[in-house]
């Protein structure tokens, strides 16, 4: 079964961290961009970082760079986003997606480059006091 599966979601305090996880199973990473979204309750989904298939290139959402990282180990077929000094603004559901593109192909924060590729269903991260 082709799919991705997020993980490392949870309850977090302000100002804590959390790491997601976003593992691949059915098929390899590799040639895919990931991008990492999120949707909180009564909003609009929105692109938060992604990552290019060699880990060459990154982008992020303004609000989250510097806090946020992206990374990926094709070798463990699994992407990664580190959140760190983390605020209730950041509570959401977290998903990853996978779309394959060509070599050298820039990520976007757009979900419409995913749209023929594959989603998780999403982790969801908690930030309260």
């Not at 990926?72 to 959401?92: G, I, S, V």
Request: include cysteine; glycine fraction near 14%.
């Amino acid at each position: 079964q082709l799919q991705l599966v997020e993980s490392g979601g949870g309850l977090e305090h302000p100002g804590g961290s959390l790491r997601l996880s976003c593992q691949a199973s059915g098929f390899t990473l590799d040639g895919y961009n990931i991008g990492w979204f999120r949707q909180a309750p009564g909003k609009e989904r929105e692109g938060v970082s992604c990552i290019s298939p060699g880990g060459g290139s990154t982008n992020y959402k303004i609000s989250v760079l510097g806090r946020f990282t992206v990374s990926r180990d094709n070798a463990k077929n699994t992407a990664y986003l580190l959140m760190n000094n983390l605020n209730p603004e950041d509570t959401a559901v977290y998903h990853c997606a996978a779309a394959p593109v060509k070599p050298y192909t820039d990520c976007s924060l757009s979900p419409y480059q995913y749209e023929s590729g594959y989603w998780g269903q999403g982790t969801l991260v908690t930030v309260s006091s």
